[in-house]
């Protein structure tokens, strides 16, 4: 089945601790993509990547990293939450420029 | 901003009753594209309209797009309750990001 694979579904850290979110699409989608989403602000892009070896900042890239040393798998790193990292997290992946994304069923996060 | 405005915030209707939903934006687009989310899950994209295009139908969906009022509407026909859902609309003016807005919550009552 074509998906977009985020894990885990839930976490709870604590401030300074830290964590990896996987995300792995077996579409051979060129575009990746992670967006946070918050109560009354959207989603909002953290980081995006066109190809292997290709990233890029979004909207709201501060405290976080990046990787795509494979074009299935796109890790989202935080060396070091803190509470304000507490959100839902999404990875998303497209399989060309002017088409649609296709979600993984999201990270709830919650930094202590 | 880039990014598309859902209006109203939230609906609620009567199952059978149909839906529509705007969206706004403010620059030139490629595409714009409509996603729904249920509670705490990921976006799933519903339907996708050209620049150049003005209607395009899905099911029982129906979506309009106004380049010149650079706005957009979703109307979803016979809703069931299984609609019950946020619905985002999303333009995509460059190649890199789709920016979404908060969302209309509908709430379909059975």
């Known amino acids: 089945e074509a998906q977009v694979t985020q894990n885990p579904r839930y976490l709870i850290t604590v401030t300074g601790k830290k964590l990896t979110v996987t995300c792995s699409q077996n579409?051979?989608?060129?575009?990746m993509s992670w967006y946070r989403q918050d109560p009354g602000l959207g989603l909002r892009q953290i980081y995006y990547s066109m190809n292997v070896e290709v990233t890029d900042k979004g909207d709201v890239p501060e405290g976080y990293k990046v990787s795509r040393k494979e074009k299935r798998n796109f890790p989202l790193i935080l060396e070091s939450p803190s509470p304000n990292q507490t959100s839902l997290y999404f990875c998303a992946s497209r399989p060309g420029t002017w088409t649609e994304l296709f979600f993984g069923s999201g990270t709830q996060l919650s930094v202590l | 901003s880039q990014q598309g405005e859902e209006d109203p915030q939230a609906l609620s209707i009567q199952e059978g009753e149909n839906a529509t939903m705007n969206c706004s934006y403010k620059?030139?687009?490629?595409?714009l594209q409509w996603y729904r989310q249920n509670s705490g899950r990921g976006l799933v994209h519903l339907i996708l309209?050209?620049?150049?295009?003005r209607e395009k139908h899905s099911g029982r969906l129906r979506v309009t797009l106004d380049t010149s009022k650079k706005s957009s509407s979703l109307l979803i026909t016979a809703s069931r309750a299984a609609d019950t859902a946020s619905y985002f609309c999303?333009?995509?003016?460059?190649?890199?990001?789709?920016?979404f807005g908060t969302g209309t919550r509908l709430t379909v009552i059975p």
């Open positions: 309209i050209r620049s150049n295009e």
């Open positions: 579409m051979n989608h060129e575009y």
């Open positions: 620059t030139s687009i490629n595409n």
């Open positions: 999303a333009p995509l003016a460059g190649a890199n990001n789709l920016f």
